[in-house]
């Protein structure tokens, strides 16, 4: 599973309130990546991070940041949770020249 | 804008067959294309990565190939087994940047 760790696993919030999800990996891997998954949408990228604090937009990053004060930890942040943020979110990180990618379990936010 | 697509979307067989998944995009300018298999409520698991410069990588009974100038990717699975039941999904890296862009999947039943 090269090491990855998202928690929580499942999380349920109120609209409106701030979540923040956190993906731990146990290598000093350079490339770490959130996506959600959504049904008939497949998997979209939501940012990025190329090292400590930098960060960049994917292509559905609004209403989200991030940050990566740490190698091994990438926070994902919802300012303001809305219904449409509920989805499956999955880290990644990408490994060596090769640049194979591995997954973590993935969180499965519901916003009610 | 790269766009992956995969052919079928869904795909029913009888244990034994061999078959083929297909993965297309549009930029050949890839670094490298990557199959991945997910089980219903899982992460995703890589199977084989294949860089720009290979034209194929096997494991065990999956045999992914790439012809990158006309965009496609087959996952050749022999002798299926129920096991293999999941939705079977591609992702291409670009040389422009370090994401990966996804297919929408194809999903798999292997039936006994």
């Known amino acids: 599973d090269a090491g990855i760790t998202q928690s929580p696993r499942h999380k349920v919030t109120e609209t409106g309130t701030p979540v923040t999800l956190r993906c731990h990996q146990t290598e000093n891997h350079r490339y770490m990546y959130w996506y959600r998954q959504d049904p008939g949408h497949g998997l979209r990228l939501i940012h990025y991070?190329?090292?400590?604090?930098?960060?960049d937009k994917g292509e559905v990053s609004d209403g989200y940041s991030v940050s990566r004060s740490k190698t091994e930890d990438f926070l994902l942040t919802l300012e303001s949770a809305t219904s449409s943020q509920t989805s499956v979110y999955f880290c990644?990180?990408?490994?060596?020249?090769?640049?194979?990618?591995?997954f973590g379990q993935g969180t499965r936010l519901t916003v009610v | 804008k790269q766009e992956v697509t995969q052919i079928p979307a869904a795909l029913s067989v009888p244990e034994g067959e061999n078959l083929v998944l297909n993965c297309s995009f549009t930029?050949?300018?890839?670094?490298?294309l990557q199959w991945f298999r997910q089980d219903p409520g899982k992460g995703l698991t890589s199977l084989l990565l294949?860089?720009?410069?290979?034209r194929e990588q096997t494991s065990g009974r999956l045999n992914a190939s790439l012809d990158k100038s006309s965009g496609r990717s087959t996952l050749y699975i022999a002798a299926s087994q129920p096991g293999d039941s999941a939705t079977y999904l591609c992702a291409v890296r670009d040389n422009y940047g370090q994401n990966f862009v996804f297919g929408p999947g194809t999903r798999l039943s292997v039936l006994p």
């Open positions: 930029d050949s300018a890839i670094y490298n």
């Open positions: 294949i860089q720009s410069s290979q």
């Open positions: 991070s190329y090292g400590v604090k930098d960060t």
């Open positions: 990644a990180i990408s490994v060596g020249g090769d640049g194979e990618a591995f």
